[in-house]
């Protein structure tokens, strides 16, 4: 197994994306052992800039927490199109997000590194991360376990 790096992109980086990043670096922890999982690098962004600099919602926290993942320190920050050289795969939450994404694109590898991150536990689906933001805490803990079970089901693929 090489190191990966890894960028988790949603809208405004301060649900999905975030929770992904949490989520995703527990279970790579937890399957590697957390020096083997310090090699692999992790982050998130968004397709826009609303949210720069902010921490993760306060409901995308409470979810994680629940799960003993704690994100409050990340902050949000807007996708570049650099990151298609600093990171080997970004995963996206929708087809919204894969578009704009691929916008940004400028040499032909790049659109490779693009997946939805659901495309491990549903292949072929083109399922989107719901986004959570104007939902109950029910939608909050639906991304949680949809993320959890799509982090696990890559991994089995990576390592």
């Avoid at 994306?17 to 590697?32: C, D, I, N």
């Avoid at 902010?54 to 629940?66: G, I, K, M, Y």
């Avoid at 990340?74 to 795969?89: I, N, Y």
């Avoid at 929708?94 to 939805?116: C, F, M, P, R, T």
């Amino acid at each position: 197994m090489s190191p990966r790096s890894i960028l988790f992109v949603c809208l405004g980086n301060i649900c999905r994306s975030p929770v992904a990043e949490g989520v995703f670096r527990h279970a790579l922890t937890q399957r590697l052992g957390p020096e083997r999982a310090g090699l692999w690098t992790l982050d998130s962004a968004g397709t826009s800039n609303y949210h720069a600099g902010e921490s993760p919602d306060p409901r995308s926290q409470a979810s994680t927490l629940r799960h003993g993942i704690d994100i409050s320190a990340q902050r949000s920050r807007p996708f570049e199109a650099m990151d298609f050289e600093r990171f080997d795969f970004i995963m996206v939450m929708d087809s919204s997000n894969h578009v704009n994404v691929s916008n940004l694109a400028e040499a032909s590898d790049h659109k490779g590194k693009i997946h939805l991150m659901l495309d491990a536990s549903f292949p072929g689906e083109n399922r989107p991360v719901p986004d959570p933001y104007y939902g109950g805490e029910h939608g909050f803990e639906n991304v949680y376990q949809l993320l959890a079970e799509a982090s696990e089901k890559w991994l089995d693929q990576w390592t």
